[in-house]
């Protein structure tokens, strides 16, 4: 069964730091552009950052530019967000998604991607 499954969330205080995993199962991630996306609350999904199968593109939303670093292992079958000084607005419910669509590029809309993770819960309080 094709699966990814998101890990890492968690409390953090504001300014903190958290690094997310996304990890598949039943097949293998190198083939495929990455994407994180969050919900909170009461508001749509939005686009968080993407990674290119190679890794040699990247897209951030300008929300997170500078704080948030998207990246993937290989050897691994793992893609990573790493998320600098945290805030409490960057508190949501995280995702990562496979685009299974044959572009070296990686897109941001979420209707561009096939498979979905079931999230983890990210929560930036005091």
């Known amino acids: 069964q094709l699966q990814l499954v998101e890990s890492g969330g968690g409390l953090v205080q504001p300014g903190g730091s958290l690094r997310l995993s996304c990890a598949a199962t039943g097949f293998t991630l190198n083939y495929y552009a990455i994407g994180w996306f969050r919900q909170a609350p009461g508001k749509e999904r939005e686009g968080v950052s993407c990674i290119s199968r190679s890794g040699g593109s990247t897209n951030y939303a300008d929300s997170v530019k500078g704080r948030f670093t998207i990246s993937r292992d290989n050897a691994k079958n793992t893609v990573y967000l790493q998320m600098n000084s945290l805030k409490p607005e960057d508190t949501a419910v995280y995702y990562c998604?496979?685009?299974?669509?044959?572009?070296?590029?990686?897109?941001?809309?979420?209707?561009?991607?096939?498979?979905w993770g079931r999230g983890t819960q990210v929560t930036v309080s005091s």
């Open positions: 998604a496979a685009d299974f669509r044959p572009t070296g590029m990686c897109v941001m809309p979420g209707s561009e991607y096939d498979r």
